[in-house]
């Protein structure tokens, strides 16, 4: 089971980016599936998670400007970003808390990420 990442590159200050994310390989069930991000020299924060079946949480720094929204039948996320700001910059990483065929506990699966620079 892989997640692969589509999306991201450059934007200019205000200008926006669409990053996606599906679920390649046979799965059970999806418990959550978001977005995190990781700028140089900080640590890995959380950008939007959505728990399947019920709510998406956003940072505080990106509500309003971020959404994130879910394909349920193709098993994929998409993070629209607006307005972006130089703040935003970051390789971003999908995320997904999975369940395989064969086992019966949620495992944590990560995409290699994809860089979003945004230009001053």
């Known amino acids: 089971v892989q997640l692969v990442e589509s999306g991201g590159g450059l934007a200019q200050t205000g200008g926006s980016l669409t990053l996606s994310c599906a679920v390649s390989?046979?799965?059970?069930?999806?418990?959550?599936m978001g977005w995190y991000r990781q700028a140089p020299g900080k640590q890995r924060e959380l950008v939007a998670l959505?728990?399947?079946?019920?709510?998406?949480t956003y940072a505080d720094s990106v509500k309003g400007r971020f959404t994130h929204s879910r394909d349920n039948a193709k098993n994929t996320v998409s993070l629209q970003m607006n307005s972006l700001k130089p703040e935003d910059t970051g390789v971003y990483l999908c995320?997904?808390?999975?369940?395989?065929?064969?086992?019966?506990?949620?495992?944590?699966?990560w995409g290699k990420g994809t860089q979003v620079t945004v230009s001053s």
């Open positions: 995320y997904g808390s999975l369940r395989t065929p064969g086992t019966w506990t949620w495992m944590d699966f």
């Open positions: 390989g046979n799965i059970m069930s999806i418990k959550r």
């Open positions: 959505y728990n399947w079946g019920g709510d998406t």
